[in-house]
């Protein structure tokens, strides 16, 4: 193939891709102000999360890591019109243009931008429902969490983790908490770049068996809140009564829809809840069932414990980060968005307020979650452009 065929093929391949599609459709999305309206939809994930529509703010292009070092040169020789193959050495024009789609964001004149994201708020969230003191006390005491599991599963020192094993600690923390099993975790572990053995006859390597027994056996309480929700569950539907576990009410008194009432006051609802009996792991179990209604049409799901505390979890991070956009409402900031864990607001530039203050908003325990072990944490910047 020649050098002209493979150009034409990669320029295809890129403008093919979403990213590119997405600046078209901000061009026709985008109000005569200049405002983008309407792009999410209140309480549209089962646990209460805002989902993304339209151009779907929740589905970005990740920014190529050499083109985010980059990322001013990029945008000012976009907007002066003067990118070129050469701007970014070993970067091409079209990946350094979809690395800055987000810059496409940008404050009102006069304004900037003040972001804040909530710091591993899921593993936060689990430690407090689960009441794993370890893990709390290792947020509280602002201990880097992926090198202590790490150093306690390696048998070494915290000063003693590479890189490399910090971020195999990462993917432990960040996959093991609802119950994933040995070879599903193998594949997660090759979406961040990382290829980790299932088991290894040298006693020495870190395994995926090593990593997920580890983590159940170290943070005992979180197996245990699996079992505690998936029993309290079966129980709940099967006698049609209320069970109290960790922070959370299981409400089965109506046949018709099952409820976990949250610390927050709210609700998520189970419609059609039933006991049944299925084989698994080479014999039959009794299950717990409900009726879904998603994007993918009505479906039968199994209520696991597994699932039920990924649900809690994210259900009380999302009013977490709800509790927290009021206070920097309260506060004075002008909230533009939320986008995963992020709350994206705006202050005129001679505003007092800042990354300090987003973050005292963010990290402010709400009352209905004091003394359940809630140790929160927030990352912010500020500038004129939206970014990663």
Partial sequence: MTPEAIKILKLKQHLGGSAFKKFAAIQERVSADGRLRWQFT???????????????????????????????????????????????????????IASVIRTSFCASPGHNLVVGDLAQIESRVLAAMAGCQSMINAYAQGHDLYKEFMAWLLHKEIDQIDSDERARGKVV??????????????????TFGIVMPR???????????????????????????????????????????CIFVKGVVVDGRNPKCLRIKLPSGRYIHYFN?????????????????????D?????????????????????????????GMIEAEKMGF?????????????????????????????????????GMGFILGAECWEGPYYRK
């Fill in 42 to 96: 209140y309480h549209g994930a089962h646990t209460g999360r805002w989902a993304s529509r339209g151009i779907n703010l929740q589905n970005l292009y990740k920014p190529d890591k050499a083109a985010s070092k980059l990322a001013k040169v990029i945008i000012d020789a976009i907007r002066s019109e003067t990118l070129v193959s050469g701007t970014c050495p070993g970067i091409d024009v079209m990946t350094a």
């Fill in 334 to 370: 002008i909230l533009l968005m939320t986008v995963h864990d992020e709350i994206v607001a705006e202050v005129p530039i001679d505003s007092p307020l800042g990354e300090n203050e987003l973050i005292q908003c963010m990290t402010k325990v709400p009352e209905w979650a004091e």
């Fill in 173 to 190: 923390i960040l996959g093991s908490g609802y119950g994933m099993g040995v070879d599903k975790f193998v594949d997660y572990c090759l």
């Fill in 199 to 241: 088991t290894s006859e040298d006693p020495d390597e870190i395994t995926a068996e090593k990593c997920i027994y580890g983590f159940r056996e170290k943070y005992a309480e979180i197996p245990a809140y699996w079992k505690a929700l998936e029993n309290a569950v079966k129980a709940a539907v099967r006698e049609h009564r």
């Fill in 273 to 293: 809840p039933r006991i049944g009996k299925k084989m698994k792991f080479g014999k039959m179990m009794e299950t717990a069932t409900y009726t879904a209604f």
């Fill in 295 to 323: 994007a993918k049409g009505v479906q039968d799901k199994d209520l696991y414990g597994g699932l039920l505390t990924e649900n809690v979890v994210q259900a009380v991070a999302r009013d977490l980060l709800l509790s």
